[in-house]
């Protein structure tokens, strides 16, 4: 299993950006999704997850604000991020839990900043 996560890059504060995470391979129908950050000189973090039937979780700190999405014909998960603040800017991970099995992606770096 690959990911790639792509969508990242330098945004004012209160602006948008959307980050897609595409899965290829050996690919199961019932799997979990998500997307974590780390900032700089802090530990990795749930943002959002999202199961194979739809439901979702997020950090506390982007509720509101992010949107996670998945389009299961593409293999696709999607972060659309609103309202960003300097405090989101880390790198974006994208994950997928599928047979007990974490999966990770490259991080794409998001910059929030004026």
């Known amino acids: 299993v690959q990911l790639q996560a792509s969508g990242g890059g330098l945004v004012q504060p209160g602006g948008s950006l959307r980050l897609s995470c595409a899965a290829s391979?050996?690919?199961?129908?019932?799997?979990?999704r998500g997307w974590y950050r780390q900032a700089p000189g802090k530990q990795r973090e749930l943002v959002a997850t999202i199961t194979g039937s739809g439901s979702t979780n997020y950090a506390d700190s982007v509720k509101g604000r992010f949107t996670i999405s998945r389009d299961n014909a593409k293999n696709t998960v999607y972060l659309q991020m609103n309202s960003l603040k300097s405090e989101d800017t880390a790198v974006y991970y994208c994950?997928?839990?599928?047979?007990?099995?974490?999966?990770w992606g490259k991080g794409t770096l998001v910059t929030v900043s004026s």
């Open positions: 994950k997928l839990v599928q047979a007990g099995i974490d999966y």
């Open positions: 391979g050996s690919i199961f129908i019932i799997n979990t």
